[in-house]
């Protein structure tokens, strides 16, 4: 019977031990606004395709920014990738960032419409505008036209773009 006894207080004894332990939560534990906040954060976004692009368009101006001022108009680098001047915050928003010229424009067939439009502009006396883009593959690509010499020697200016690519699902969380 003794031994009984003791094994039942040690069963209350370890229950009380493991009850104790574990923190239960209460209203009083719980920040509510914060899960409220949380909450609203979390919920779907309806967003039109209108809003997107417009939301890329407005976030590819403040990384251009940035990106331009690495960008020296009289010794570009065709094909540059590299952007050390953004910062960490900013390439969260960029699946990838190059500059196009005529040695290495875009590979697939809507960038390429979109460099011979700039051709034709040059060609034709017309402005040039930045744009942005919806691919084929749904992909969103800001272009930023801007002219350089390839050299001090080079008389003639070259076109440049400067394409950023957006991350759609970071730029839809952040409007």
Sequence with gaps: MKNHKLHLLIVVFAIQIIINSC?????????????????????????????IVQGAY????????????EIKPDSLLCGKKEFDQLSNEEKVFIEKIEVSCKENPFTDSKGKQVWEAY????????????????????R???SY???????EEDSVNQLGLLNIWINKKELIRSL
């Design 145 to 151: 036209p801007f002219s350089f010499k390839n050299s």
């Design 58 to 69: 407005e976030k590819a101006l403040e990384l251009r920014e940035s990106a331009m001022n």
């Design 119 to 138: 051709i034709y502009n040059i060609q034709n006396g017309l402005p040039l505008k930045d744009n942005i883009q919806k691919l084929e593959n749904g």
């Design 140 to 142: 969103l690509v800001y």
């Design 23 to 51: 923190k239960i939560e209460t209203d009083k534990n719980i920040d509510v606004e914060k899960v409220k906040q949380e909450m609203a954060d979390r919920k779907f976004k309806r967003l039109t395709d209108a809003q």
